[in-house]
C-alpha cells in the first residue's frame, strides 16, 4: 500500500484503566477544531471508547452511553477472584519487586488475577452509518498454554501482537514489525510479528484489550487465549504505519512497587524506559494527561482491602448519579486537554518531548 493511502489522521488511545471517558472528550475536542481523527488506535481501557465512537455516531449520544445504566451496571459487576487472597496477592507483588529478571519464566496469566470481569461487557450498538472513524484495537495472543505456566522460558517468544481492525487498517499493518523486535529492548517475550485480523467481533476485541495482567484471567475465543493491550499501551509506531498524523497522549511515569515489576515479570521489558522511549518520538499533537491521577483521584474503580473477606475489592460509585458524575468529569478532562493541546502545539514540526516543553510553558 502506497504512502498517498494512508489515513491522514490517527489518534492514538493509550490504555485509562476505568478513565476511558477522557478520550471520548479528547475526541470530541479534536472534532471541534477541524482535526476529527480517520483511524483510532485503542488499547486496554481506552478501547471502549473506541467501541463507542466506532458504533455511535454523535457526541451527545456517545456520551449518554457513556453514562447510561448499563455502564453503570458494568462498572458494579466486577468480583475478587477466588483464589486472590490477601497472602497470594500480596506475596505475589513481593516476589515480583524482587525478582530483577526480565520474565524468566512463563507467567500464569490463567489463574493469577484479582479480579473476575462481568461475563458480557455492554453490547456495544450496530453503527448506523458509514464512512465514519475506522478504529484499531490492540491485543496479544498467548503463544503458550496453561500447562507451561512456570516453566523456564530462557529467550521464548510468550506473546503476538495482534490488532483487531479493518481490511484497510490491516493492509497498512502488513509486515509490520512490533516495536520490541528491535535489540535494545533484550530479552523480551513479545514476538517481532504484528498480526492483523480483520474477523474478531468487537466485543471480543475490547473484552480481550481490557485484559490487563495481574487484573484479569486470559480471555479465550476460538481455540487460543488472548490478553490486553498492554503488550503494546502505547503504540506510537504502529499509528505511524496507519497515518500521515499522529495525535498523541503524554502519560506520567508508571509506579515502582507494583506496575515496574509487573511489566518486567510477563513482558520482560521496563516500563519507564519504554515510556520515555515513546515520549521521545515525533508526533503532530500532544495531549498532556501526565496529572490524570491527581486530576481524576475519585473518578475511577476504586481498590480497597477487605481485612475481613482476605481481598481485595474494587468499590464501584455508590449510585448511577454519582458514577454519571465521574463520567462527565472524564470527559470534561479530555475535551479541555484537547483543546488546549490542539490550540498550543505546533503541528507536525517538533518532537515529541520538545512539543510538551513548549507546551507546558504556555500553560495558564
Given amino acids: 500500500m ?3 493511502q494512508k489515513y491522514q489522521r490517527c489518534m492514538v488511545m493509550a490504555g485509562g484503566g476505568f478513565r476511558y471517558g477522557i478520550y471520548l ?17 485503542a488499547s486496554c481501557g481506552a478501547s ?4 463507542l465512537i466506532h458504533s455511535v455516531p454523535d457526541d451527545v449520544e456517545r456520551r449518554a452511553w457513556l453514562a447510561s445504566p448499563e455502564m453503570y451496571q458494568f462498572w458494579c459487576s466486577f468480583r475478587p477472584a477466588a483464589r486472590a487472597t490477601l497472602p497470594r496477592t500480596l506475596g505475589g507483588v513481593t516476589r515480583r519487586a524482587l525478582r530483577r529478571a526480565a520474565a524468566p519464566t512463563v507467567p500464569d496469566l490463567f489463574g493469577d488475577y484479582l479480579f473476575v470481569p462481568p461475563a458480557e461487557l455492554p453490547t ?18 498467548l503463544l503458550f498454554t496453561e500447562e507451561e505456566v ?9 506473546l503476538e501482537e495482534t490488532v483487531f481492525c479493518a481490511p484497510r487498517t490491516a493492509e497498512l499493518l502488513q509486515g509490520a514489525s512490533s516495536p520490541f523486535a528491535s535489540l535494545q529492548w533484550g530479552n523480551t517475550v513479545v514476538a517481532p510479528t504484528v498480526v492483523a485480523d480483520i474477523g474478531m467481533p468487537l466485543n471480543e476485541a475490547v473484552r480481550i484489550s481490557v485484559s ?5 484471567p486470559a480471555h479465550r475465543h476460538g481455540a487460543a487465549y488472548y490478553t490486553g493491550g498492554v503488550v503494546d ?37 521496563d516500563a519507564n524506559q519504554r515510556l520515555r522511549h515513546v515520549h521521545a518520538q515525533q508526533a503532530s499533537v500532544w495531549i498532556d494527561a501526565s496529572d490524570i491521577s491527581q486530576a481524576l483521584a475519585r473518578q475511577t474503580l476504586q481498590k480497597k482491602i477487605v481485612w475481613r473477606k482476605n481481598r481485595i ?22 475535551y479541555q486537554r484537547g483543546l488546549e493541546a490542539f490550540a498550543r502545539v505546533p503541528r507536525g514540526t517538533q518532537t515529541g518531548m520538545r512539543n510538551v516543553n513548549r507546551y507546558n510553558r504556555g500553560r495558564v
Fill in 2 to 4: 502506497t504512502q498517498a
Fill in 25 to 41: 472528550g479528547m475526541y470530541a475536542a479534536a472534532c471541534e477544531v477541524g482535526q476529527q481523527p480517520d483511524v483510532v488506535l
Fill in 48 to 51: 471502549i471508547a473506541a467501541a
Fill in 124 to 141: 456495544f450498538p450496530v453503527p448506523s452509518r458509514h464512512g465514519g472513524t475506522d478504529i484499531a484495537i490492540v491485543g496479544s495472543r
Fill in 150 to 158: 512456570g516453566q523456564r522460558r530462557g529467550s521464548r517468544k510468550l
Fill in 212 to 216: 490487563d495482567m495481574f487484573y484479569f
Fill in 233 to 269: 499501551l502505547f503504540p506510537i509506531e504502529l499509528a505511524h504505519c496507519l497515518a500521515h498524523e499522529v495525535v498523541m497522549e503524554f502519560k506520567s511515569e508508571f509506579e515502582q512497587v507494583t506496575s515496574v515489576p509487573a511489566w518486567r515479570a510477563v513482558l520482560g521489558i
Fill in 313 to 334: 475489592d474494587l468499590l464501584s460509585p455508590v449510585s448511577h448519579a454519582v458514577f454519571a458524575q465521574h463520567m462527565q468529569d472524564q470527559w470534561d478532562y479530555g
